[in-house]
């Protein structure tokens, strides 16, 4: 078989083939050797090289903070020099003219540029990624003009004799001992991204990085998550900023420019979205690199920039991408009794009774562009009732679905279910109340793990704060834990234990469906919609889904199915709604549906007599 | 009442040079949903060519109007073949592979010109020969200068000529139909490499238009002036609703006139804040732009 | 030496495999029908034929020529167009810029396409009433006529439709595929992907029956209207297995109930 792919690997491979290596140390020992040659820089003794170590350092803080804005939670971000400012001059104004100690003015630099994290996230929340650029970029442009004229702190002239910080009664003045103290941040700043990397916060992000739309869907709060990852992403600036101005003695607003802002982008971006060691990779060559080209003079941004074009043309995923798949997630974790299982934590019980109604759908009506795509559909579903729903293309099944998951407000109508009406509750409240679903085209999210694509149906209903994530905390690792065996026990039950470690793109067809499927049963929902998900399946296959839909009916999940595959649904289904044009023509047993003479005219067609007149009629001739 | 004719006839000027260069953001975010940041830099080239063509090479002492047509036009060739240029070595390789490392070679790209033009041309002023600036007329009160109205008017030219080009040829059709569907358009024949170097070229055509005339209207060029100004007019598209051809010229429009009145009656300092604010209170209440977006739904 | 030959070829999304070692054939003046059920390889087939996808092994000849890695917009100029599934029409422009773009390989001959226009108009009576409309105001049946005209405009050939009657009511649909039929009769071939079985065999020559990626039936499009398989393929072709299987497990599960079946 033709490869260019193959050709391609053949290069990469050894680059890989290290990565991979290292890759499968343990991360604290890997953090270690690193540390431990950053600390070879100062024993150099050359001051112009540890200054430069300390750039280096900064950007890294830098860098750290703006990959969970961009590289987690894939949110444009070109104004981030702000945050950076705003901690650079808190610590400037509380130090110079408030006669704080610089220790003292850490927190309020890391809060206040959390604030305006906050201020700016909230309103372009609704933006799409490329508007995000624009008011991103503008954000910056405001702060810098505001510190520049504002008279407090002299305008363009900026602060100056900012003091340098002491220790134990020694000040730390010299580069040596700024780079040690900025080493020890940045071990901090990176033990933290690592611990949100692999929290629920990190999976949420990436989730949303990956389709925001899907993320919502199968329970991932993806508008408070972006909303912290911004003022999360403010707080890393802010402690950059308090070191870089009492490091610098002195800023003014010229410091905090949109090149800045783009430099640190740049730097996450040849490092590998989303990657920790790219971010020290990417710190190294955008502050490195011109300092190397020194020698050019004039020259050497124009170098730069060309450099860093071909960087981006020969590695687009940057230099270090981040991985998300694992040798081996489930190691370590001690096997669990089946009867521990039956006791699950989030698991909820229904408050209606079996064979009543747990969802019920009244006059549903929903409208695109004055076309009807669903026309005064109302149905019951049973609880522990396997119902599927029928029809052909375009009658307006996944738009019943869409409506009811609260993916889409319907125009009309009302929905209850378990006893309460949905309301226009967001699609992530109603995955909460216990109601899952998978897609009709899959919608996994790519580039993590597929245990982890299972981890974020596991923790919806999870409670842990974001501080707990960040501190790694006893809490959160038992939460971590227990969505960790979740996931598991559902791959399982779905049969995919052994590719949990892999992309979720690396698995076949029928294989990401059933990780769908787990996906959305990890959240222990009391009612599961599942859309098409015999679509693409072999003859083979769609059997073990039949029995897998049982299996989900006997552990007492309400099971509501769209499937073309009539054989299927002919099999696994106590009823059946049909619909056709927007409308239920029919619902019933499948025997009943089966022999109805709507149902087979609206999906096998009738063989018609008049045809002339049809097709004059259908293309508006005479 | 003057005064306000007066920061209108000023505003609009510099905003139908705005409008010039987001016209350029907008075809070309239109076609590959890419924000261009080199296309800020690819106007200070066009001016940068147009100085060389009549001060460097002396043609200054020609007709003036022969002058101007001469450097446009060389400026407008060489601007064409260096977006080209960047289109195939910089963006074409990561096309279909990622939107975020393309942003990156585009910025990449707006440093790698701001350098070159520093290494050429050196980071000092370069003064514009004062062709067209010297006299004009006063309006009950208002003053108009020559470059005003010239430059205006050619400017209406030039956005009226691509807008007839989008809207009633066949190929700027073509063009308009890759904002919506790549694929149905390559279905149609199309070839959607070729629609997407053109676009380039008809982008640098307009940012040299616009490079020479900020040349002649404001005296003074260097280096750095694409930065503010792609900032100004990538602001005006984004205002007007990016990908959508009158909405950049209407948004050019508007954030000169905003700038215009906001340098006049409050201060210079705010202008910029002033633009911003507004830019995203708009964008807030609606999230498209004033007139709507038109870009491509997929890749 | 037919139209179409389209000899074993693999596609791959990844390293999922949608086509795996389809051959087909289109003569000139035929029209065939594809079935099959979602995720079978459909659409796939029918990107690969317009050049949209590339197949990793296996031939594509069109008009005896091969065209396996001709560019998308160049098979257009061959003769091959293609209706693409959810119509994909340009929804800012007006009906008749869209119908303008289908001629545009042709776009230097003004007389030749305001010919062709007219029959598109004569074809499609609903799309000259608006033909100053943009076209994403149409109706669902109005769009799919505008993206028939479209293709009809660049004079193919050989003419793909992918689901022309999705989302269409029983009686449009019908009545869209028949006006397909009418251009195979006029020498037009015409190849048809279809989850409508019973409609798309009642109008076409010929079918195939794909499934995962291959075809597993081919024939006479009245011999597989009878045929009991073709049900079976079109409902999904496991209902034999379900039973037999079915049986087997019953026997089994008395004497060995499963752990993770029981409730």
């Known amino acids: 078989m033709a490869s260019s792919p193959a050709a391609l690997k053949s290069v990469t491979a050894p680059i890989s083939k290290v990565r991979e290596r290292i890759g499968r140390l343990p991360w604290w020992l890997q953090l270690a050797v690193v540390v431990g040659l950053a600390m070879l820089v100062p024993l150099y003794n050359d001051d112009y090289v540890t200054s430069i170590g300390v750039s280096v350092l900064t950007f890294a803080m830098l860098g750290l903070g703006l990959n969970i804005v961009v590289g987690y939670a894939g949110l444009l971000d070109l104004g981030y020099a702000a945050f950076f400012a705003i901690g650079a001059y808190t610590t400037a104004i509380m130090t110079v003219k408030l006669g704080f100690n610089f220790w003292t003015t850490l927190l309020p630099a890391i809060a206040f540029a959390g604030m305006a994290g906050a201020i700016l ?9 490329d508007y995000l650029a624009i008011v991103t970029l503008g954000f910056g442009e405001i702060v810098r003009i505001l510190f520049t004229n504002w008279d407090y702190v002299d305008g363009p ?14 000040d730390l003045v010299d580069q040596n001992s700024y780079y040690v103290i900025g080493v020890i941040l940045v071990l901090i700043a990176i033990i933290f991204a690592r611990n949100l990397s692999y929290s629920r916060l990190g999976r949420g992000w990436v989730a949303v990085r990956e389709d925001e739309f899907a993320a919502e869907a199968v329970g991932v709060p993806t508008l408070n998550l972006k909303l912290l990852a911004y003022s999360m992403g403010g707080m890393w600036a802010g402690l950059a900023g308090a070191f870089f101005a009492s490091r610098v003695s002195a800023i003014n607003p010229s410091s905090f420019t949109f090149l800045l802002s783009s430099q640190i982008l740049i730097l996450i971006i040849i490092g590998g979205l989303g990657s920790l060691p790219g971010v020290i990779l990417g710190a190294i060559v955008v502050v490195g690199l011109p300092e190397l080209l020194r020698g050019l003079q004039n020259a050497r941004f124009l170098i730069f920039a060309a450099l860093l074009i071909l960087i981006m043309l020969f590695r687009p995923g940057g230099l270090w991408p981040q991985v998300r798949a694992r040798r081996a997630p489930f190691v370590g974790l001690e096997d669990e009794e089946e009867k521990q299982a039956a006791e699950r934590p989030f698991k909820l019980q229904p408050s209606v009774a079996e064979g009543e109604a747990i969802l019920r759908v009244q006059g549903l009506a929903q409208r695109f562009g004055g076309v009807k795509a669903v026309d005064d559909v109302s149905f019951d579903v049973r609880r522990g009732e396997i119902l599927s729903m029928i029809g052909p293309n375009g009658a307006g099944k996944t738009t019943v679905f869409n409506c009811i998951t609260g993916v889409q407000r319907p125009k009309a109508g009302r929905i209850e279910f378990d006893g309460r009406p949905l309301g226009r509750l967001k699609p992530h409240s109603i995955v909460r109340r216990g109601m899952a679903r998978t897609f009709q085209g899959i919608r996994l999210f790519k580039l993590m793990a597929v245990f982890e694509n299972v981890m974020i149906g596991a923790s919806v209903r999870e409670r842990n704060l974001p501080w707990q994530a960040l501190l790694h905390s006893r809490g959160e690792r038992r939460d971590e834990r227990r969505a960790l065996k979740e996931a598991r026990y559902w791959l399982r039950f779905v049969g995919l234990e052994e590719e949990a470690g892999r992309l979720a793109t690396e698995l076949s067809y029928a294989d990401q469906r059933r990780v769908e499927i787990a996906r959305a049963l990890a959240s222990e929902p009391m009612l599961v919609l599942l859309d098409e998900p015999a679509a693409g399946m072999n003859p083979t296959e769609k059997l073990e889904l039949m029995r897998m839909v049982r299996r989900i009916r006997d552990r007492g999940v309400t099971v509501v199915l769209i499937d073309h595959d009539m054989s299927l649904v002919m099999n696994v289904s106590d009823r059946v709604v049909v619909l056709d044009r927007g409308q239920v023509i029919a619902m019933g047993t499948p025997a009943e549906v089966q022999n109805n003479p709507r149902v087979i005219e609206a999906y096998l067609g009738r063989d018609d007599a008049d045809e002339e007149a049809e097709l004059a009629e259908a293309t508006g001739g005479a | 009442m003057s005064i306000f004719i007066q920061y209108t006839v000023n505003g609009l000027t510099a905003g139908a040079f705005y409008a010039l260069v987001a016209l350029g953001y907008t075809i070309i975010y239109g076609i590959i949903r890419l924000i261009n940041f080199a296309h800020g830099d690819l106007t200070m080239v066009g001016s940068f060519i147009g100085w060389t063509v009549l001060v460097s090479m002396g043609l200054q002492r020609l007709p003036v109007f022969l002058a101007i047509a001469l450097a446009a036009l060389a400026s407008m060739v060489v601007t064409s073949v260096i977006n080209v240029g960047i289109l195939q070595f910089a963006y074409k390789p990561l096309l279909n592979k990622s939107l975020l490392a393309i942003l990156i070679t585009a910025l990449g790209m707006s440093i790698f010109l701001q350098n070159a033009a520093l290494l050429v041309f050196g980071a000092g002023v370069q003064a514009y020969p004062h ?15 020559y470059a005003q109205s010239i430059f205006f008017t050619i400017s209406l030219v030039l956005m009226a000529g691509l807008y007839s080009f989008a809207r009633f040829t066949t190929l700027g059709t073509a063009m308009r139909a890759l904002a919506v569907d790549h694929d149905a358009a390559r279905l149609m024949g199309i070839n959607v490499n070729r629609v997407i170097a053109i676009a380039f070229i008809l982008a640098a055509i307009l940012a040299a238009a616009a490079g020479v005339m900020i040349g002649l209207y404001y005296t003074q060029i260097n280096f750095f002036l694409g930065f503010l100004l792609g900032l100004r007019a990538f602001t005006s598209a984004v205002l007007g609703g990016i990908g959508n051809i009158p909405g950049a010229m209407a948004g050019g429009l508007v954030i000169g006139l905003l700038e215009s009145y906001c340098a006049g009656y409050l201060s210079g300092r705010w202008q910029d804040v002033f633009v911003f604010g507004v830019l995203i209170t708009v964008l807030i209440i609606k999230p498209t732009g004033l007139f709507g977006e038109r870009v491509a739904e997929r890749m | 030496m037919a139209l179409l030959e389209v000899d074993d070829i693999h596609v791959f999304y990844g390293n999922i495999e949608a086509l795996r070692g389809l051959s087909i054939q289109v003569d000139g003046g035929e029209m065939v029908a594809v079935l099959g059920s979602n995720g079978a390889g459909k659409t796939t087939t029918l990107r690969t034929l317009s050049g949209l996808e590339r197949a990793r092994a296996g031939s594509v000849r069109f008009d005896d020529q091969d065209i396996t890695r001709t560019a998308a917009h160049e098979i257009v100029g061959r003769g091959l167009c293609q209706v693409p599934e959810g119509r994909r029409i340009f929804t800012t422009l007006t009906v008749a810029e869209n119908l303008a773009l289908g001629g545009y390989l042709m776009r230097n001959r003004q007389q030749e396409l305001r010919q062709r226009r007219d029959v598109v108009y004569e074809t499609f009576p609903r799309l000259a009433e608006r033909r100053g409309q943009l076209a994403g105001t149409l109706s669902g049946g109005e769009q799919q006529m505008l993206a028939i005209g479209r293709a009809l405009m660049t004079q193919p050939r050989l003419i793909t439709l992918d689901e022309p009657s999705l989302g269409l009511s029983p009686l449009l649909a019908r009545a869209i595929l028949k006006i397909v039929r009418r251009f195979a ?66 026997e089994k599960e008395k004497e060995d109930p499963s752990p993770l079946g029981g409730g």
């Open chain 1, 121 to 129: 996230g909230y309103p372009t929340l609704r933006l799409r990624s």
């Open chain 2, 131 to 145: 062709l067209v600036t010297s006299s004009g007329v006063f309006i009950g009160g208002v003053r108009i200068s």
């Open chain 3, 185 to 250: 009769d006029e020498g037009v071939a015409v190849l048809v992907v279809e989850q409508n079985a019973r409609q798309a065999l009642a109008v076409a020559d010929r079918a195939y029956v794909l499934e995962t990626g291959r075809i597993v039936l081919e024939g006479a499009a009245s011999d597989l209207a009878a045929d009991e398989r073709v049900q079976k393929a079109y409902l999904g072709g496991f209902e034999q297995i379900v039973e037999e299987e079915e049986g087997r497990e019953k």
């Open chain 1, 157 to 170: 002239n900026g602060v100056w004799n900012i003091p340098s910080p002491s220790l134990f009664g020694f």
